[in-house]
């Protein structure tokens, strides 16, 4: 399995921007899609984004759309979230997840590798 580390996480207020990082171990031909998820207290956990690694492709959660944006540096083996505008329903512990498979709906079934999480808090 992929190991995955997640950095970038903070307190913010609302209207305020952070970048999440995703540091992979090493990036293989069967890891074809890295997704971001996110999980508040009480509530399950969500996908935000995915890209897949080899195109590029993007897939965004509609409560995200044109407010959030995915990335890669694949000479890092790294995936970035770039969070502008966030809102208090933003906060959230956030995930990201390796999969070997292509990742059409932002499915958290389908990832079998993840990082520890970083913390997002945006207040009002």
């Known amino acids: 399995q992929v190991q995955l580390v997640e950095s970038g996480g903070g307190s913010v207020q609302a209207g305020g921007s952070l970048r999440l990082s995703c540091a992979a171990s090493a990036y293989t031909s069967s890891r074809k899609s890295i997704g971001w998820f996110r999980q508040a207290p009480g509530k399950e956990r969500e996908g935000v984004a995915r890209i897949f690694t080899g195109s590029g492709l993007t897939l965004y959660a509609d409560s995200v759309k044109g407010r959030f944006t995915i990335s890669q540096d694949n000479a890092k083996n790294t995936v970035y979230l770039q969070m502008n505008s966030l809102k208090p329903e933003d906060s959230a512990m956030y995930y990201c997840?390796?999969?070997?498979?292509?990742?059409?709906?932002?499915?958290?079934?389908?990832?079998?590798?993840w990082g520890q999480g970083t913390q997002v808090t945006v207040s009002s």
């Open positions: 997840a390796a999969a070997p498979l292509y990742d059409y709906s932002l499915n958290p079934a389908a990832y079998n590798s």
